[in-house]
């Protein structure tokens, strides 16, 4: 069988890279003899595999000009069209879409494609709901909500969309398979292996002492990331507890929030060590952070779906605070990762951050199971459905 695995909206803000080159490193690594052939259809360079089974193609300047000239459905759709015919040209039989979620409305315009499809569904609106938003976002939320739920209609349209796979949520992938039949499929968020031989020692780097525990809160920093709650929570903390904490941001901040968190860092007033570092880090930088950090905070504000960072926590047997909601508590609670909160009530932020700094030990998790369940090669085999 001839695979065309595609992505092609990678942006350095964020790991996406990572989803697809680590599915190649993996396939060079496990299935480089099979009579399958692998081709990668991206917009960021990947290190390519040295077996002819792997072929990587890049959208010429044209095609990513003609891209770039729109935004939204109009340009998914000349996504698709572009991603079609390097199908065709290659032969393909079947096409994996990183990120099903762009492709729903072009897909059931499209019903005529001579190969099989599979996704990625990041964002399902099943267990969507709105929290702490006022009564007009509220409204533009549901309606959000139920454009979702057409476009997914739309894309079902197409008799060759043969797997949706929805992250770390098997819950949703019932209800869906209820709804609309059994095109739906569970798939491990996976936690990648880097080959890192030697990480920053992060205490050194940025001079940060012994007696801080370090607390991170890692990816593209935007509203949902919670970081004004997590200050505020700080600032009710005592004096001598404030000594005791690093706060490490970590990652790209979103055009539209650089304003709001950078007031928020300006106005804050504690004792803790604060370090915003604007910028996408590397994977061993990464993997220095979480290995070396003491809690990771994912309190995320209205986010429901898999998040890989308590992964990354996992591996680690780091412990996390995250939201007491969504797919990430559900998570959090079955193999006892860490504690769950209200992100927006900022005194049971500061009473969790009290109890982690006077009883540490008693935060101790073992993420060993976690990061068994959801290797590499549950990822890969799965979304390619090579077992």
């Known amino acids: 069988m001839n695979y065309l695995i595609v992505d092609l909206n990678i942006t350095l803000n964020g790991h996406k890279l990572g989803f697809v080159q680590e599915t190649m490193n993996f396939l060079a690594l496990h299935h480089a003899d099979s009579e399958h052939e692998f081709h990668f259809l ?14 990587v193609h890049y959208p010429g300047k044209s095609y990513q000009a003609k ?6 459905l109009k340009k998914y759709k000349e996504q698709w069209q572009y991603i079609a015919v390097k199908a065709g040209q290659l032969d393909i039989h079947k096409v994996v879409l990183m990120e099903f979620d762009l492709y729903q409305a072009a897909l059931g315009f499209d019903k005529d494609t001579a190969f099989d499809i599979s996704g990625i569904w990041f964002r399902p609106y099943f267990r969507q709901r709105a929290i702490g938003l006022t009564l007009f976002e509220k409204v533009k939320f549901n309606i959000r909500r139920v454009q979702k739920k057409g476009l997914l209609k739309s894309s079902l349209r197409n008799s060759r969309l043969k797997k949706i796979f929805i992250l770390n949520d098997q819950k949703t992938v019932d209800f869906m398979n209820e709804r609309e039949g059994d095109r739906f499929a569970y798939l491990a968020d996976p936690v990648f292996d880097y080959p890192c031989y030697k990480l920053t020692n992060i ?3 940025y001079i940060i002492k012994d007696d801080r525990l370090i607390l991170l809160i890692f990816g593209y920093m935007d509203e949902r990331k919670n970081v004004v709650n997590v200050l505020k929570a700080i600032e009710k903390l005592s004096e001598r507890e404030q000594k005791k904490i690093c706060l490490m941001l970590v990652g790209k901040t979103a055009e539209h929030y650089e304003a709001t968190l950078l007031e928020a860092i300006e106005k804050h007033n504690s004792e803790i060590q604060l370090f915003h570092i604007d910028e996408f880090v590397d ?5 220095a952070l979480f290995s070396q950090c003491d809690l990771v905070l994912r309190m995320n504000i209205n986010f429901f779906a898999s998040s890989g960072i308590i992964g990354l926590a996992a591996k680690y047997d780091k412990p996390s605070l995250v939201s007491d ?14 504690r769950l909160v209200d992100p ?13 700094i006077k009883e540490p030990d008693s935060w101790k998790i073992d993420g060993s199971a976690y990061y068994r369940d959801h290797n590499t090669k549950a990822f890969v085999e799965t979304l390619l459905q090579l077992n």
């Open 344 to 356: 927006l009530k900022v005194d049971q932020i500061k009473k969790l951050f009290s109890s982690f």
């Open 203 to 205: 205490r050194d780097k």
């Open 283 to 287: 994977n061993c930088e990464m993997e």
């Open 325 to 338: 909601y969504g797919i990430v508590a559900e998570l959090t609670e079955k193999y006892e990762m860490g």
């Open 67 to 72: 891209f770039d000239k729109y935004s939204g």
């Open 42 to 55: 991206v917009n960021e360079p990947l290190k390519k595999s040295d077996s002819n089974k792997f072929q």
